[in-house]
């Protein structure tokens, strides 16, 4: 170097003139003269040392903000995403992925909704493609011992935040416990705490459990089959299945139109049955859960005629007969029930209250001026509808009169029905319907809304138009008769006789023989289902895998979404 200087007439004194890089940018006076040099300097270099270079600057450029963060602080940031973010961040990277898995993310996410898990109480057959190991490659030069370290520090401030969690709700358990039957079973691979050097994620659903096996709940996977649920039903995919036809060999089956059905979940053992009134004067219990949905119990011999002035009242652990209220001095039409009251209306234009489970009479609510032919219980409010065409709303304590609702439908109510929401949703929504082709929400101690679930016909549509001005759904740009064929679509032909209410989605069945689905939050059409009854349609249900329904001729239809999906623990 010094006999380079030399040769070009330079001295040992010149050279120490000589300025380094960093002298060079200390001297700059702002970053602007700093970024014109770097830019300078970079120009003059060939394009494969810039290829050199850019590699070396790629780590500088990407800044972790998550992972800079303790643990716990990212655990609590990633609780407030919502589902399909969290999807997402859990393809930036390992430790992004272990925080948006967190199994305490998800499950607040699932309460949000009122989803809960069922632990299968049998073995299960789960889909193979989540049976199958996962092995991740280790693309981001991370050994064994970093994430090792790395799942220790996530694993401790999951205790961490799920322990602050707990201070404010108590809802929140710790994901670390773990619970097994009395016969100890061998840990579960995806309950397991031991790390594995080969890096192999196993899924925490094995293919196959046994009897005695408890399942670790994977909240995140109860909230992607229940979004997946939700998808079949907009979709209006199903699979068409009878419980009962005519022409069906049916041990024990109805003779006659069946009037009336309803779901129930056992509490203590979990198993779901449909139970279903018929004018052939009995009550029968369907076994959901039997392969061929046999009847379980037939309850008969305690009414005198389809509609009599009678309300029995059945122990079901104990199938017998508990008491028969014979109050009414007309045909008793509607019944409801909680954990507090009893309530039932009747044709002699009053609705009657009782305390429950002693059955004391409390109130008797006068104000009707035709059969009152519906009830419905929310809380501390009864609603009722009647053949008035009125909707009143009463205090359940006092049996005060608080609100009437005069002339909401152009002929006289005959269902009501209550939203059974999850914890977080909002006040209890009545419907009502008549014997219009509309059914009508709204919120006690408000006015009417002037929507409905299933709308009057609407203007004509002009042809560019993709709104259908009926319901409010959006499609594909269609013709003037094709729009105004699918504004009709919209709008029930007869009669609605039943609604039934989720979270989410209004069902409506009518004497058209078609059930629609409605956007709860929009109003607007969902499905259209038009197969399965050759007769009016009395009554449906349903719960978050499937409707059901029943009608005048005798069929009970189930239109199932969780055809080929694993269900066995979704809390129905």
């Known amino acids: 170097m010094n006999n380079f200087l030399s040769d070009e007439g330079f001295t040992d004194d010149d050279i120490c003139l000589v300025p380094t890089s960093t002298e060079l940018l200390s001297r700059m006076t702002s970053e602007q003269e700093c970024e014109e040099l770097a830019y300078k300097l970079l120009a003059s270099l060939p394009r494969s040392r810039l290829a050199t270079i850019q590699r070396r600057l790629a780590p500088l450029l990407q800044f972790d903000v998550v992972g800079s963060l303790p643990a716990e602080v990212s655990l609590q940031i990633f609780s407030h995403l919502p589902a399909q973010t969290?999807?997402?961040?859990?393809?930036?990277s390992h430790r992004w992925r272990t925080l948006a898995n967190d199994q305490e993310v998800w499950k607040k996410l699932c309460v949000a909704q009122g989803w809960a898990w069922k632990q299968p109480s049998r073995t299960h057959s789960f889909d193979t493609s989540r049976?199958?190991?996962e092995t991740?490659?280790?693309?981001?030069?991370?050994?064994?011992?970093?994430?090792?370290?790395d799942l220790d520090n996530i694993e401790t401030a999951k205790a961490q935040w799920t322990q602050m969690q707990n201070e404010l709700n108590d809802d929140f358990a710790s994901p670390l416990l773990l619970h097994f039957a009395p016969r100890r079973a061998s840990v579960l691979p995806g309950a397991s705490s031991s790390r594995s050097k080969s890096r192999t994620r196993h899924n925490s659903a094995p293919p196959v459990l046994g009897d005695w096996v408890f399942l670790r709940p994977d909240y995140k996977r109860l909230y992607q089959t229940h979004t997946r649920l939700q998808n079949r039903v907009r979709a209006g995919s199903y699979k068409l299945k009878f419980i009962q036809a005519r022409g069906m060999l049916v041990n024990d089956a109805h003779t006659t139109t069946i009037y009336c059905l309803q779901l129930y979940t056992y509490p203590e053992t979990g198993v779901q049955v449909l139970f279903t009134g018929s004018r052939d004067r009995t009550v029968r219990e369907w076994n959901l859960t039997s392969p061929n949905k046999k009847v379980e119990r037939i309850i008969a011999n305690v009414h005198a005629s389809s509609v009599d002035r009678r309300v029995a009242v059945w122990d079901l652990a104990k199938n017998e007969l508990v008491k028969i209220i014979a109050d009414h001095e007309d045909s008793v039409l509607c019944v409801r029930l909680d954990g507090k009251r009893l309530v039932s209306c009747s044709k002699d234009r009053t609705v009657r209250t009782y305390s429950f489970p002693d059955l004391t009479p409390q109130h008797v609510l006068h104000q009707h001026r035709a059969a009152v032919n519906a009830v419905s219980l929310s809380d501390t409010l009864i609603v009722s509808g009647s053949g008035d065409r009125s909707v009143r709303l009463w205090d359940a304590n006092t049996g005060g009169l608080?609100?009437?609702?005069?002339?909401?439908?152009?002929?006289?109510?005959?269902?009501?029905?209550?939203?059974?929401?999850?914890?977080?949703?909002?006040?209890?929504?009545?419907t009502s319907t008549s014997a219009s082709s509309t059914s009508r929400p709204f919120k006690g101690g408000r006015r009417p809304r002037s929507t409905t679930w299933a709308p009057p016909p609407a203007a004509p549509l002009s042809p560019g138009g993709v709104v259908c001005s009926a319901c409010g759904s959006t499609g594909d740009t269609l013709g003037r008769g094709l729009q105004r064929a699918a504004a009709q679509r919209c709008v029930h032909a007869d009669l609605v006789r039943s609604v039934a209410l989720g979270p989410d989605f209004v069902l409506s069945g009518s004497y058209d023989l078609t059930i629609k689905?409605?956007?709860?939050?929009?109003?607007?059409?969902?499905?259209?289902?038009?197969?399965?009854?050759?007769?009016?349609?009395?009554?449906?249900?349903?719960?978050c895998t499937k409707i059901v329904s029943?009608?005048?001729?005798?069929?009970?239809?189930v239109y199932d979404f969780s055809e080929g999906i694993d269900t066995s623990f979704i809390q129905l």
């Open 402 to 430: 608080l609100r009437t609702f005069e002339n909401h439908h152009t002929r006289g109510c005959d269902r009501l029905h209550r939203l059974h929401g999850p914890p977080t949703s909002s006040p209890a929504l009545p």
């Open 550 to 557: 029943c009608g005048e001729d005798q069929r009970i239809c």
């Open 131 to 133: 049976g199958r190991e």
């Open 86 to 92: 969290l999807l997402t961040c859990a393809l930036v």
């Open 136 to 149: 991740w490659d280790d693309d981001e030069g991370m050994g064994d011992s970093d994430e090792e370290g």
């Open 517 to 543: 689905v409605w956007d709860r939050k929009t109003g607007a059409l969902v499905a259209n289902i038009t197969e399965g009854h050759t007769g009016r349609i009395f009554c449906i249900g349903f719960d």
